[in-house]
């Protein structure tokens, strides 16, 4: 599914611009679907809120063989957001994914997300494996509370095509010295995407960050 351009000026909704997904098998009775999707608010005017994506992993007949759902806080009017998972279709080979999103409501445009750049992969031992990092800015005039948000990122080969994603909470709250970003301030962003897709074939990364709680003016 594919949106109509920026100049869309009717209610909000939200499109899957893009989608894309790899599968690696492991051994005779399981394997691991990686997929990415681009979703973009069509709207001028007004943020898309409770933003629920659907997509479904089929196979060669249309039977769903696994789904995943992904509730996001909001995209922004005239905004885009990338929603990047996982799932476990057993040794069932996936033909294709059907996307979807729907928006709970509508509000005047307001909504801000925190601001991510430097979106980039780093190897690990071997080249084998890979983390996904990048630089976390707070837009808000109240601190961030590190454990709130969730984070996905979605990989990009060298023509443009999305060949996975993953989700998890974007800060290493381990290994954090802090555990908020104050406004303006930044902070890493890191992801382990896991073993499905090869460094190699990545050839850039985009990372949208979930606040799940918009902190007050």
């Excluded at 890979?130 to 005039?141: E, I, M």
Aim: aromatic letters at 8%; glycine letters at 10%.
């Amino acid at each position: 599914m594919s949106g109509t351009g920026s100049g869309y000026a009717g209610p909000p909704q939200v499109v899957v611009r893009q989608s894309g997904w790899s599968q690696t098998f492991l051994g005779h009775f399981a394997s691991d679907c990686s997929y990415g999707l681009v979703l973009s608010n069509r709207s001028k005017t007004l943020d898309a809120m409770r933003v629920t994506t659907r997509v479904d992993f089929l196979s060669t007949t249309g039977a769903v063989l696994d789904f995943e759902t992904n509730r996001i806080t909001g995209i922004p009017a005239n905004g885009m957001f990338v929603v990047g998972g996982i799932c476990e279709p057993r040794a069932n080979r996936v033909a294709r994914i059907r996307a979807t999103a729907t928006v709970g409501k509508t509000q005047p445009r307001a909504l801000v997300l925190p601001v991510v750049t430097d979106a980039h992969i780093a190897t690990l031992s071997g080249a084998t494996l890979f983390t996904v990092v990048g630089t976390l800015t707070n837009p808000y005039p109240q601190s961030i509370d590190t454990h709130d948000p969730i984070g996905y990122a979605v990989m990009f080969s060298s023509s443009g095509k999305i060949i996975g994603g993953g989700e998890s909470p974007p800060f290493d709250v381990l290994n954090y010295p802090y555990q908020t970003v104050p406004p303006g301030g930044s902070a890493p962003l890191i992801f382990y995407p896991g073993p499905m897709i090869s460094p190699a074939s990545i050839a850039s990364v985009r990372i949208a960050v979930d606040p799940r709680y918009v902190p007050s003016k």
